[in-house]
């Protein structure tokens, strides 16, 4: 997925506001660093969502879905997508961040092996969703860059839209918005100058089974379907990040 840049309008306005911000150093690295970042946190949703059946599965104790197993499929994923390989020292400025991120994944799945290997218990609770939203919380503790799992009908209420958010999410579903196309925004929050990019995340098959119809009966978390069809959007990816 390639994200589209704008500023309040479309076209080139951020990179001249970024710039203004920031210093011609800076702007074009935050961006890339922003998109980068929302890439890797969607591998690892990936591998999580792939692996729903190995961890909901009552017959086995140990599942095997180790930090380091859970790694070594991100790192796979994401080099397939943006040729990065951060199994090993790599020359992006944004390396130390992306590492970052990944550790805070792996210390997710190691806070969630008694539950992932827990025998003669099925449904879980530990969904890409939940490995999301706590990866981002523990990313953001260490860097200070928000990324966090949103949509209009949220089920989490750290999940709740802010305002830009909201606005955004409405733009993502209005049927005239290029599916698939982000949206950056270089504003400011408390304050100081940040750069906004948001993600627009689809609803699969395997998400049918939480999100899909009928909409209002209970899916298996005890919680109200909300009726997506597959492809039809199902929030977005969220992150914050300083500008310098």
Same mark, same amino acid.
């Given at each position: *997925?390639?994200?589209?840049?704008?500023?309040?309008?479309?076209?080139?306005?951020?990179?001249?506001?970024?710039?203004?911000?920031?210093?011609?150093?800076?702007?074009?690295?935050?961006?890339?660093?922003?998109?980068?970042?929302?890439?890797?946190?969607?591998? +690892?949703?990936?591998?999580?969502?792939?692996?729903?059946?190995?961890?909901?599965?009552?017959?086995?104790?140990?599942? +095997?879905?180790?930090?380091?197993?859970?790694?070594?499929?991100?790192?796979?994923?994401?080099?397939?997508?943006?040729?990065?390989?951060?199994?090993?020292?790599?020359?992006?400025?944004?390396?130390?961040?992306?590492?970052?991120?990944?550790?805070?994944?792996?210390?997710?799945?190691?806070?969630?092996?008694?539950?992932?290997?827990?025998?003669?218990?099925?449904?879980?609770?530990?969904?890409?969703?939940?490995?999301?939203?706590?990866?981002?919380?523990?990313? +953001?503790?260490?860097?200070?860059?928000?990324?966090?799992?949103?949509?209009?009908?949220?089920?989490?209420?750290?999940?709740?839209?802010?305002?830009?958010?909201?606005?955004?999410?409405?733009?993502?579903?209005?049927?005239?918005?290029?599916?698939?196309?982000?949206?950056?925004?270089?504003?400011? *929050?408390? +304050?100081?100058?940040?750069?906004?990019?948001?993600?627009?995340?689809?609803?699969?098959?395997?998400?049918?089974?939480?999100?899909?119809?009928?909409?209002?009966?209970?899916?298996?978390?005890?919680?109200?379907?909300?009726?997506?069809?597959?492809?039809?959007?199902?929030?977005?990816?969220?992150?914050?990040?300083?500008?310098?």
């Amino acid at each position: *997925m390639r994200f589209k840049v704008f500023a309040a309008g479309l076209g080139a306005g951020l990179f001249a506001s970024a710039l203004f911000l920031a210093g011609p150093a800076s702007a074009a690295e935050e961006i890339e660093t922003a998109e980068l970042l929302i890439k890797l946190l969607q591998a +690892g949703r990936s591998v999580v969502a792939g692996h729903q059946d190995l961890i909901n599965d009552a017959s086995k104790g140990d599942k +095997g879905f180790t930090p380091n197993y859970l790694a070594d499929r991100i790192v796979q994923k994401f080099k397939e997508q943006t040729k990065i390989d951060l199994s090993k020292p790599a020359d992006t400025p944004q390396y130390t961040l992306l590492l970052t991120l990944l550790e805070s994944g792996k210390e997710v799945v190691a806070e969630a092996q008694p539950v992932i290997n827990k025998q003669g218990v099925a449904f879980k609770g530990f969904l890409p969703a939940v490995w999301g939203r706590r990866t981002g919380e523990k990313f +953001g503790q260490k860097t200070g860059i928000r990324l966090k799992l949103t949509a209009q009908e949220y089920r989490f209420p750290g999940n709740k839209p802010d305002e830009f958010e909201l606005e955004v999410l409405k733009m993502f579903a209005d049927p005239n918005y290029p599916k698939g196309k982000g949206y950056g925004k270089t504003t400011t *929050m408390a +304050g100081r100058p940040v750069f906004r990019l948001m993600a627009p995340e689809y609803a699969g098959s395997a998400c049918l089974k939480c999100h899909g119809e009928p909409k209002g009966e209970r899916d298996i978390t005890g919680m109200k379907k909300e009726g997506i069809k597959e492809g039809g959007l199902a929030g977005a990816i969220s992150l914050v990040i300083p500008v310098r």
